[in-house]
């Protein structure tokens, strides 16, 4: 592992809770959680657990999956804005007109 790799852990807003919720997807790493697609692995977990998952889940799994693809991706590009009618759709811009 590279001094650049991280571990799942230690991506922004994952926690012990989102750590077994990879788990139960099979994702194991962070270049395999690089490769998911956040919609289907919402999806997936709500099959495999086996009862409805919070849209929250989905944004994180947006975020991390955002982190594992660019490991320089900036801490506020990983959050959603809670003012932004879009906000379960996409991150907060890193620039924005107010």
Avoid: W
């Amino acid at each position: 592992m590279t001094a650049k790799t991280k571990e799942l852990g230690e991506l922004m807003s994952i926690g012990p809770a989102m750590l077994r919720d990879f788990e139960l997807l099979g994702i194991r790493s962070v270049e395999q959680l690089a490769k998911q697609d956040p919609e289907k692995m919402y999806a997936k977990l709500g099959r495999v657990a086996r009862q409805h998952q919070d849209i929250c889940v989905l944004d994180v799994f947006r975020a991390a999956v955002a982190q594992a693809r660019d490991p320089q991706l900036p801490a506020h590009a990983t959050q959603m804005d809670a003012n932004d009618e879009d906000s379960m759709v996409r991150p907060v811009a890193a620039e924005r007109e107010t």
